[in-house]
Nanobody, 120 residues
Framework: QVQLVESGGGLVQAGGSLRLTCAAS????????MGWYRQAPGKQRELVAT???????NYVDSVKGRFTISGDDAKSTVYLQMNNLKPEDTALYYC??????????????WGQGTQVTVSS
């Protein structure tokens, strides 16, 4: 059983920063790919940032230069550093990890979501 727990969301003024954390626990053999998604009210969920194991990060154009995705393999944790936040970044943010578990079965796991609200 693998579980993801997200934290770090909150209310911030435009121009501020937040760091989201997604910690995985359970029977984890390897984290393969990591990603952050967001969903604003009335909109579809969109991919914000991804990074593959040993690869380079990729970002949606709207967050390039402001957001940074990173991972700590030893802690089974992925981060999303968000700087210079804008009101349009307001959304529920989800992490998704592609994990090979202890039985060597590979699946996608989602966090529960953490709310980010940016005031103007």
């Amino acid at each position: 059983q693998v579980q993801l727990v997200e934290s770090g969301g909150g209310l911030v003024q435009a121009g501020g920063s937040l760091r989201l954390t997604c910690a995985a626990s359970g029977s984890i053999f390897r984290i393969n790919n990591m990603g952050w998604y967001r969903q604003a009210p009335g909109k579809q969920r969109e991919l914000v940032a991804t990074i593959a194991r040993g690869g380079s990060p990729n970002y949606v154009d709207s967050v390039k230069g402001r957001f940074t995705i990173s991972g700590d393999d030893a802690k089974s944790t992925v981060y999303l550093q968000m700087n210079n936040l804008k009101p349009e970044d307001t959304a529920l943010y989800y992490c998704k990890l592609d994990i090979t578990n202890g039985r060597l079965t590979r699946n996608d796991y989602w966090g529960q979501g953490t709310q980010v609200t940016v005031s103007s």
